[in-house]
Structure formats: C-alpha cells, structure tokens
C-alpha cells in the first residue's frame, strides 16, 4: 500500500482502464446468467407488482443504505470525526467504485489511500486506517460466521436440497459442491486474522522484524518490498490505534459487523421477496456467508460471474424453478451495478472538488 504515495492512483482508473474490465464483468455475468443458466425471460413479466415486492424492494434500499451508513460512520470515527458526512460518504461510494472495477479489493484499498490523503488525512495514518479496516472486514466475518455455525452446526454447510434450476450444469454443481467445504477456507481467514491481530495489538515491533528478516529471505526476493511493508503497515497501524481503547475498538467493530450483516441481509430480502416456500432466515443469512468464502476467489473485476453463479447455485432451492437468474440480476444491480454507476459520477467530481481546493 505504502508505493501508493509516490503514484497517482487516478491512472488506474482512467476511462479506457475502467471501461475494458467493466465489459469484460459484463460479458462474464450476460454468459453465465443467460447462456449457462439459461434464464427464462417471461418469468419476470410474470411478476405482479404487489404490495409483497414494493415492501421487498424498499428493504432492499434500506439494506444498502444501512450498510454504507455504518461504513460512513466507521471512517468518520476513524478519521478522529474530522470529516463531514458528506466527505465520508464519498469515500465509502468511491471504495466500493475501486472495489468493483478491479479483480480484488486492492484497486478500492489503492484509492480510498489516494482519497484520504488528498482530504488531508496524513500518509501514515491513512495506510493505518485501511489496514485497521481489513482486520475489522475479517473480525466481523469470523465472528458472525463463527456465531452462526454455533446456532445451526453442521446444517450450515448442508447443500443437499434438489435445485430445479441447476440441472446437469455440472458448473453450478461444482459450486454447490464448494460450498460444503467452505469450512476450510474459514479456518485459513480465521488464522490470518486472528495473525493479523495478535501483531498489531500484542507484538507489532517483533511483527515489524519478523516481515523484515523474511523479506531477506533469497528465494523471497521478488516479493521483498511488499514483505517488508507489510510489518511496517503492521507497526504504523498499532502506533496510531494502540492508545485509543477497548470502547473506540467496540464501536468501529459494531459498525463494520453491521455493515457487514446488511450486505448479507440484502440477499435474505431480495429472497423472501421473491420466494413462495416459507423461508428460515437464519438458515438464509448463513448461506450468503458460505457464498462470501467462495467470493473471495479473485477472477474478474467485481467478482463479476464469480458473483452471480455462486448466487444462483447456493439459493435457488429457496427460489421458485426459472427465478433464480432473475433474482441473482437484481442482486448484483444493488450492490454492484449500483456502485459502479454512482462511482463514475462521484470520481469526476471529487478530483474537481479537491483540486479546485488545492489550486
């Protein structure tokens, strides 16, 4: 993160960058919607327009809003309250821009750095907030994911129901068979994290040396600079948060952990809007848990594809035969396409904004 102040990160995302991942996702998800599942357009002109599915779509908004309302507060409070609303909101709708227009996270991360300091937010203490936020990402992941398994046990991975829509699509298939065995990659994120803490918290100095002495390592020298980095992130990051207390942690824990519970719940509404089976919620809010272990596979941008087919194989036995194509659509329109179109108006008139401040 840290070679990020001696670049401009707007190169990134300049017109002809954003726009060839942008169509690659799109062409990914038109190809594994329409072709792969083979979605039955005259399901969605046979939607009534009920009561039912205007309360669903107005908890839909209400899903987002509460999730980029605790995002808001949580960079609010890690900017020691030194922005405004408005300030904050713009980081957040521009993160999520980054987030969805690069294969990983690191195009958001790169960006919001970019936003921050130009908001004059110092260097250091930029780079402290983003990876103080990847710790709290991971920590309300655990905790929830942990939380349900201890209510549902092993059900939780249980992805045995008949699913019309899937066939013999031995794609969707294999993803429902992933699924079963996201345990496992629980365990790999529970560890880093758990890692992650133990060396900002507890040892950041001995953290800070380790990651030097391995980033001398021979057969590691390709990757020496961002090794090192790393334990210096590590360190800056228990510099800046190490005094502020259990109570400043709790509340920008609360935040993200329900930030993070309305991004899930999203799917749990937009299900029950469309479902005609009685629904256990507990049972699907755990299963847009296990979907976010297989997401975190990076492939296209935004998780383009990647997104929609893990959707589209883990709920359709909650879905009605035909509409679980159509459902994974307006999934992605709320929490990516959203993003996408909102971050192309906001970009443009931040660098105008901060540069008009500059000058």
Known sequence: M??????????????????????????VSVYLVVVVSKIDASKLAQIPLTRHLLYGLIMAVLMVSIRDLAYIFRIWQLTDRRLSFFKCLEIILLWEFGSS??????????LALFILNKEKIRFGKGVSIIMLCSYLDNLAFVSVFSLLFLILGPRMFDLSAVCSDLGHQHLFNAFRVMGEYVWIGFIIVAVIGGLLGF????????????????????????????IALLGEEIWLTSQEFKTRGLGFLFKVFIATTISWCARYALANVLI??????????????????????IMMI???????????????????????????????????????????????????????RVNRKNN
């Not at 002809?16 to 062409?27: A, E, K, N, S």
């Not at 060396?199 to 961002?226: D, N």
């Open 2 to 27: 840290m070679e990020t102040e001696s670049q401009n990160p707007l190169s990134l995302f300049t017109f002809r960058r954003v726009l060839l991942p942008v169509v690659i996702g799109i062409v």
């Open 101 to 110: 227009v690069t294969p990983a996270s690191v195009g958001g991360i790169t």
């Open 199 to 226: 060396a900002i918290f507890v040892k950041p100095t001995w953290a800070r040396g380790f990651f030097r002495r391995v980033s001398k390592i021979k057969w590691l020298h390709r990757w020496r600079e961002p």
């Open 272 to 293: 029950w809007t469309f479902a005609t089976m009685d629904l256990n919620q507990i049972d699907v809010f755990a299963r847009q848990c296990v979907m976010r272990v």
């Open 298 to 352: 990076p492939a296209t941008p935004g998780g383009s594809g990647i997104s929609e087919l893990s959707f589209i194989a883990l709920n359709c036995d909650y879905l009605p035969a035909g509409f679980a194509s159509a459902v994974a659509i307006i999934w992605r329109l709320f929490n990516f396409y959203l993003y996408l179109g909102i971050g192309a108006i906001v970009l443009p008139r931040w660098i105008a």
